[in-house]
């Protein structure tokens, strides 16, 4: 209680219950127990060193004020050529490309922009943990439609995608590939997700923050690139994942111009703009993304296999990630029913945190699910292992 005013402050509902989270208690366990943490998806490897030298010159450059608020042209143009070379999707850089600060910003405008109080948005289940509190934020309900767990990957069921589409759903929030389940959409299924936004008018929101990270053959599939979708889609990604500098939180949005104007018109007032010298020196580096990638994609896909083969010599039935940071474990067979339950035992048993995967889930699913990151130094993640086969032994 406020003894001065008498009223303790009281949030407002839109916030509230937002303010703890799983992985605030799961890193804290991390701290306290000196577990080694595979919770949080915060990458260990290195930058293009080029891209750290071009910053700090930028900085010592002086170009420190503020950029245009849609972002300094030379990235935007960068942006649009990425878009055109690697997917063969046009945007003009001065009106369909807008800078943001991080893709979580991009998210947040866009359902600002986009939902009205009442509206639905949906996404799949369980999803990245920033969907549920946008909508909310925005005043609209996240549905989430569970991805199905088939033989050692997630399905979509167009059934459910169809069953929840309401007249009130304005957005479905599409992220591939997949933060948590490393799952990367099908053609076939980008095909079912462009029909039905097709029949009921639906925007699209895509987070494509993984576009690089897909260690399957088949290359990532923006759904803008699907006939007709171009025009009814946001396509949003970052460079924080691209290349390990999340901190930097340099964003973006492509989309046909009245969409991007709409975001701009919410993002405006949420940053105006932020991280000048980054965005000239990612202008740079997004040119030459696919050498770069290729590399960092070759040290993920490998640091994948060690978790998946560790964790099954653990006990546990890891899931395929086909992309991503993030390996799927059921934990039935370690003898738990309940994720969250196995996460707070975890740093005591063995020294590692996990986090449960029903922290992303808004509707029903599996309580068994967890989810461990492989975005460590290979050092870490050998160390994890070795802690993990203690659960076996
Ligand atoms: C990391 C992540 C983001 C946040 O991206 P920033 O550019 O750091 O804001 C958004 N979506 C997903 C699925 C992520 O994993």
Redesign the pocket.
Same mark, same amino acid.
């Given at each position: 209680m406020d003894t001065v005013s008498g009223t303790a402050p009281r949030p407002a509902a839109r916030v509230r219950g937002m303010a703890t989270s799983i992985f605030t208690e799961m890193t804290e366990l991390a701290r306290a127990t000196g577990a080694v943490n595979l919770g949080q998806?915060v990458p260990e490897l290195a930058s293009p060193p080029a891209l750290l030298r071009d910053v700090a010159d930028a900085v010592l450059a002086g170009h420190n004020q503020y950029p245009p608020a849609v972002g300094l042209p030379a990235l935007r143009e960068a942006v649009a050529a990425h878009q055109r070379r690697l997917y063969g999707l046009a945007y003009d850089p001065a009106a369909e490309v807008l800078v943001t600060?991080?893709?979580?910003?991009?998210?947040a405008a866009a359902l600002l922009a986009l939902c009205d109080p009442g509206d639905e948005v949906v996404a799949f289940d369980p999803c *990245?943990d920033?969907y549920a509190a946008d909508a909310r934020l925005a005043g609209a309900t996240l549905v989430g439609v569970p991805l199905v767990p088939d033989g050692d990957g997630f399905a979509l069921d167009a059934d459910a995608l169809r069953a929840a589409v309401t007249p009130r759903t304005r957005v479905l929030l599409l /992220?591939t590939p997949? /933060?948590p389940t490393g799952k990367v959409f099908t053609r076939a299924e980008l095909a079912a997700v462009a029909e039905v936004s097709a029949e009921h008018g639906l925007t699209v929101v895509t987070?494509e @923050? *993984?576009e690089h990270l897909v260690y399957a053959d088949e290359p990532h599939l923006p759904i803008a690139a699907l006939p007709g979708m171009r025009q009814r889609t946001l396509v949003?990604s970052?460079?924080? $994942?691209t290349f390990n500098t999340?901190g930097w $939180? @340099?964003?973006w949005v492509c989309g046909p111009a009245p969409l991007v104007t709409a975001v701009n018109a919410a993002k405006q007032f949420l940053t105006y703009a932020s991280g000048t010298p980054y965005q000239a020196a990612l202008a740079r580096a997004l040119d030459g993304v696919e050498q770069w990638a290729a590399g960092l994609r070759a040290e993920l896909r490998a640091n994948r296999d060690v978790l998946t083969e560790g964790l099954r010599a653990a006990g546990l039935r890891p899931f395929r990630a086909d992309a991503? *940071?993030f390996v799927q474990a059921d934990v039935r067979p370690a003898g738990y029913h309940d994720g969250t339950a196995f996460c707070r035992d975890l740093p005591g048993r063995v020294g590692v945190v996990a986090i449960p995967t029903a922290a992303f889930r808004t509707a029903q699913g599996p309580d068994w699910l967890v989810r461990f990151s492989f975005c460590k130094r290979p050092e870490a993640l050998a160390d994890a292992v070795e802690r993990l086969a203690r659960l076996a032994g």
């Open positions: 998806g600060t991080g893709a979580t910003e991009a998210l *990245y920033a /992220n997949h /933060n987070d @923050v *993984y949003v970052s460079a924080g $994942k999340t $939180k @340099v964003g991503g *940071y």
